[in-house]
């Protein structure tokens, strides 16, 4: 079954660095999204993308963070300079035709 | 503001046993609810979606019910087995200005034990 995979499973950066978070979607997929859990609390959507272009976005997904998909498999996520409090465990989701989000494993972000 | 309350928080229940999770919202305009189980450490699954029409919907043992006029969901777990040991997160979308706004509930954490 196809699934949504996630590259690094764990990063850890010092404070101002720049991180990339990689993702590969479900091949036909055309909805793709990032969302956030920090350690013990719910997870929070941060942006939505569609036809190459961020469909929306929510309150915490600041000038510090952008995403891109640089070919037709990978969506990546960029922290320009990372926060004590950027640290948490990032998902990916995708989205085809249907309702259903699919989430990728994640990658645990520490930043030190 | 839109909001999504879970009850309760967490539950242990003994294998074989059924249960009952709920989710309350606020978010308006409703689009659609979701359930999700979350291992510790992974990403959430999808288990149900249900829209404004819908009032249940099963996925093997897990069940969903949804009460639009109450702006009430349940989700009644049938026969637990160890492996239900998760957090159940109840996630509503809305739609508002032509985008869709999702909103997380934090969870209900269930263990079964043997």
């Known amino acids: 079954e196809p699934e949504v995979t996630q590259t690094p499973s764990h990063q850890v950066t010092q404070m101002g660095q720049e991180v990339i978070l990689r993702c590969v979607p479900i091949?036909?997929?055309?909805?793709f999204y990032w969302y956030r859990q920090i350690l013990g609390q719910k997870v929070e959507f941060l942006v939505s993308f569609y036809n190459n272009e961020i469909s929306e976005k929510s309150e915490i997904f600041d000038d510090q963070f952008s995403v891109e998909r640089p070919d037709g498999s990978n969506f990546t996520l960029k922290i320009r300079s990372t926060k004590l409090e950027d640290s948490a465990m990032y998902f990916c989701?995708?989205?085809?035709?249907?309702?259903?989000?699919?989430f990728g494993p994640g990658t645990r972000l520490l930043v030190l | 503001k839109n909001q999504v309350e879970q009850s309760p928080q967490s539950l242990i229940i003994l294998e074989g046993k059924n249960c009952t999770l709920q989710?309350?919202?606020?978010?308006?305009?409703?689009?659609?609810l979701r359930w999700y189980k979350q291992d510790t450490g992974r990403g959430p699954v999808s288990l149900t979606i249900m829209t404004f029409s819908e009032n249940t919907k099963s996925n093997g043992r897990y069940t969903a019910t949804l009460d639009a006029d109450t702006k009430q969901s349940s989700l009644h777990i049938t026969a637990s087995q160890l492996s239900d040991s998760a957090s159940y997160i109840c996630?509503?979308?809305?739609?508002?200005?032509?985008?869709?706004?999702?909103?997380f509930g934090t969870g209900t954490k269930l263990q079964v034990i043997p």
């Open positions: 989701a995708s989205k085809g035709a249907g309702e259903t989000q699919y």
């Open positions: 989710c309350n919202y606020t978010v308006s305009p409703f689009s659609n």
């Open positions: 091949s036909n997929h055309l909805y």
């Open positions: 996630v509503v979308s809305g739609n508002s200005g032509g985008y869709q706004k999702v909103t």
